[in-house]
């Protein structure tokens, strides 16, 4: 059995969103709303990148730091602390925008939301034994 390549799975994933509007067509992820967050690792300085699920609240996009319920925070996390200006890519549109992890007032509505829309996010702080973070991102203008 071949071993699994993670990088050739979000290049699949990518080339299926775009060759459908931003629609994933086919495997487990079929139907999600997914976006290509880009953004340079906080270490690094490198681009670095994370196929994500999201929600839409006001025209910013929520996405939560859930890692599918890993008891740590997951590494984009680091990169978006120290570096909040990130690009994403969403129903075949790419834009700049600033990621701002939510504060807890915030975030009890954000995370009712998203579990609303995502039920299966819902089983993941009693399996990570954590808080999971909340991100918004806010699309910036041009100017």
Do not use: C
């Not at 290049?11 to 976006?35: F, Y």
């Not at 996390?77 to 834009?95: G, Y």
């Amino acid at each position: 059995m071949p071993d699994w390549d993670p990088e050739a799975f979000e290049n699949g994933l990518i080339a299926d969103m775009r060759a459908h509007g931003g629609e994933i067509t086919h495997g487990p992820l079929a139907g999600q709303p997914l976006l290509v967050l880009s953004m340079t690792g906080a270490k690094s300085g490198q681009p670095r990148r994370v196929i994500l699920t999201y929600t839409r609240d006001d025209g910013d996009y929520i996405v939560a730091g859930s890692k599918s319920g890993a008891p740590t925070d997951p590494v984009w996390l680091n990169n978006l602390r120290a570096n909040p200006s990130v690009t994403i890519e969403a129903r075949n549109t790419t834009f700049p925008a600033t990621a701002r992890i939510v504060d807890d007032a915030d975030r009890a509505q954000l995370w009712a939301a998203h579990v609303a829309a995502l039920p299966h996010f819902g089983e993941y702080p009693k399996k990570a034994g954590r808080i999971i973070p909340v991100v918004r991102l806010t699309p910036r203008r041009s100017t």
